[in-house]
Each structure stands twice: as structure tokens, then as C-alpha cells.
């Protein structure tokens, strides 16, 4: 063979294997693209290799994320791993590709999170956007986690949570439809349910623990005992009347309570920040001795009397004798609620946890026998009408004696002088 037939054969050989080497490109296609050139910052023009036709990769191809300067993520030289995603026009030979990077990674992520919903893992992730309905999370793909999904107790408002990063479960994975559903709920759930072996174990009714306010309702505010919540019922935060916890009490705030109950079949832990306070009627006959004033405010009007607070959670009876020389039908002729006032001490019971006082006693007597004629009647009315009155759950146990009290029968003997 001469020399020339044998460099034919050679170039022959060559252009086959050149020919052989190139790919026929198609749509889901995973290739090696050469950033040629960067398009206007705009998009990358690659070079498929091993094919010998050109592609781009639109900025938004580049990444899960916003990429806001393509010249931070790409430079011309760099080789990448693409899918084929389209065709760009009919010159398939010459033509260009759509690629992207960012669905290459995107099914390599859901290919990961699809192993670990097999395995029965969880992930974390952070929360990129508060949506309706719930919470967007960046898993290296999108994910949901439902508005009751997030917590084992409803969240009003779920702005607090954007930018946290939760521990979450699987609970559907569909890559085809890009549609991932987490919940952390799951995971509150689970962790509660091994805190609460702890609990039971550790906690009992009369210890005295420190928590930290959890949430406020209005009902009365849950308590954070270290990942389990106990409530102390509005009843239970002071002596004094709480209209809303609100009032007194704040998010975050660290507090002593007692354990009042343990309920491990509800999962209940009642507790109380009262029972750590100092009983109000300790020592109350050195606080309010017989014939001391006293300064109060008006906190409930009945037929027969106000009753007085003269300190927090401790509350007297203002007898209606004991209002005014004047006579009137009802206390709430010359009282209202919420009105400060003046007391003397008539009697003290601390045991029955009972003051009688007056407000007749702090204020001069009018001049004639009138006035006193009507004391006199008014008592004999009040004895005839209420002889048995007595009611020690409602309106503090003052029986006739106590409402009456010592002052009134010194009154009434003045009067037979």
C-alpha cells in the first residue's frame, strides 16, 4: 500500500472516530457543558461536550435561589453539570439546548429526601416565606408544611417563624409534581412524648419548680417546664382579682409555681404561682388591728354591704349600717365599684378570714335624735329581714354577728341611755 492510500485510510479512520465520539443530544439528557461566553449577564452560551452543538443556561437555571450577578456563580471556562430540558429552534444539528443546573441538583435533592422518607428521617430546613395557609420551607426544593402542621396548639400569627430553621417530618413526597408536604408538629409530638416520661418520673404535686410563661390566654397562661407546658389557671396567678393574664404577666417571663396535679392520661400538669406567694391574711391582726384606718377600694356591691380590699386578696365587709348616719336602701346609693375609700377596723377574724368594717365610724355623727332613731330602726329591720343570713361561699361567711359587729350593739346601747 503506498503512502498515500495510507494516510487515506488514517483520515478515514480518524473522521469515523470523531464522528462515533458525538452524542445525539436529547430532552433529560444529563451533560458536561463549557461556559463559552456570558450573554448579555443575562445567560450562559455553553458547548455540550462530546456533541459538538451549543446550549444556554438561563440565569434563573443557575440555582434554587434568586441569583441576582451571574458572574459571582460562572465564569467563561468553567464546566458544568446540565440537564436537557428543550430544544431551542429547528437546526437540530447546529441548534441550541435549554440546560439547567439548578433541576440537575433539584433531582439529586429529591432523590436524597426520597431516600430519607424511606428511611423514616427527618430534615431541617429553614422557612424562606409565610403563606396563606402556612409555611414555605427551602429543603433544596420547595416545601409546605400546613398551618396545623406546625405546631401541636394553634399559631395566630406565623411571622415569628420566617427565617427559623425546624427539624421536620415526611409526610408526602411526590417529585414529579415538585410537591413536598413536612410537618414539625410530628416532630413537637414525639419530643413531648419522651419529655413527659421524664416528667412523670421527676414531678409530683406540691413541688415548687421554675418555668418560663409560654404563651398567654385568656384563660390563664402556660407555663414552659423544660419542654412541657403546665397551665396556672387565671384563678390561681395572684390573691388579688386578674381580669386577664395579660395584665400581669408576660411572654418570656421566668416565675415560680407550685405543682397543684400531675394528669399523665390527659397529659395535664396544673400549677399555680398563688401557692408560692405569701398567704395575704398572715399576721392580719397586726396589719388591720381593731380601731386602725385603713385605706381601700370598693370591689363588689351587694344588698347588705360592700365589700372593701384593703389589701392584695384580702377583702372586708362594709356593712350597709355601716356606710352612712343617713339611711339608705341600697350601697349603691353613695358607693361604686372601683371607688377608693377609708375604713376603721371594727372586729377581725383571721381564721373565718373576716374583717368587719365602717366607713360610718371615720365620719362625724349628725346632730338630734333623729338621726340616731333611724340607726335604731335600721337595725332592728336588718335583725327581723336577715336573722339567718349566712352565706359563706359566696360573700365571705359573714353571719349576722360579724356583719353587725360590735360597733353596732355599742351604737344601739348608746341609744337606750
Known sequence: MSEDNANQVENKNAMADALNSVHEVK???????????????????VGIQ????????PIKELASQPVSDI???????????LVVISTIGKDKENGSYLLSKRRLEARKVWAKIQDKFNAGENITAPVTQVVKGGLVVDAGVRG???????EDHFVEDLSAYKGKTLELKIIEIEPSENRLILSHR???????????QHVLATLKAGDTVEGTIARLTSFGAFVDLGGIDGLVHVSEISFERVEKPSDVLKVGEKIKVKVLSVDPERERISLSIKATLPEPWTDIEEKAPVGSTLE?????LT??????????????????SQISHQ?????????????DIKVKVLSVNPEAHRLALSIKALTPKPDGDENRSASKSETSNYQNNHSNYQDDDDEGGFTLGDIVGNELKHSTDQDKK
Open 27 to 45: 430532552v433529560g439528557d444529563i451533560v458536561k457543558g463549557e461556559v463559552l461566553a456570558i450573554d448579555d449577564d443575562k445567560q450562559l452560551i
Open 50 to 57: 462530546g456533541t459538538g452543538v451549543e446550549g444556554v443556561v
Open 71 to 81: 458572574n459571582a456563580v460562572a465564569k467563561v471556562g468553567d464546566v458544568l453539570d
Open 144 to 150: 409546605f408544611i400546613p398551618a396545623s402542621m406546625i
Open 186 to 196: 410530628a416532630i413537637v409530638e414525639a419530643q413531648k412524648a419522651e419529655q413527659w
Open 296 to 300: 381601700g377600694k370598693v370591689k363588689r
Open 303 to 320: 344588698t347588705f354591704g360592700a365589700f372593701v380590699e384593703v389589701f392584695p386578696g384580702v377583702e372586708g365587709l362594709v356593712h350597709i
Open 327 to 339: 339611711h339608705i336602701a341600697t350601697p349603691n346609693e353613695v358607693l361604686s365599684e372601683g371607688q
